[in-house]
C-alpha cells in the first residue's frame, strides 16, 4: 500500500471514528482530533498493519500532525 495522505487519512478517520473533512496535513491528532494515548496507540498498529511500518512508543510522542505521521512512515519505509 502506498503511503500518502489519502490513505493515512482514511486510517485515521476509521481508527478515530473522525469525519474525513476534519482530517488535513497539518490536523493535530490530539489538539484537533482529540486522540487519547489509548487511541493514538490503535492508530499506531492500523498503521503497522496497513503498511508494515509501525511507530515506537517514544517516536509516537513526537508526532503531533497527520502530515508528520506520513513524514515518518515514508522515512521508515525506505
Known amino acids: 500500500m502506498e503511503i500518502n495522505f489519502e ?3 482514511d486510517i ?10 476534519q ?9 484537533d482530533l482529540d486522540a487519547d494515548s489509548l487511541e493514538a496507540v490503535e492508530l499506531s498498529l492500523a498503521l503497522e498493519e496497513a503498511f ?6 517514544e517516536d509516537m510522542t513526537k ?14 519505509k525506505q
Do not use: P
Open 7 to 9: 490513505t493515512v487519512r
Open 12 to 21: 485515521i478517520v476509521n481508527t478515530l471514528s473522525c469525519d474525513a473533512e
Open 23 to 31: 482530517v488535513t496535513a497539518e490536523t493535530n491528532l490530539f489538539e
Open 52 to 57: 508494515g511500518v509501525g511507530i515506537a512508543d
Open 63 to 76: 508526532i503531533q500532525t497527520v502530515s508528520d505521521i506520513v513524514a515518518y512512515l515514508a522515512s521508515k
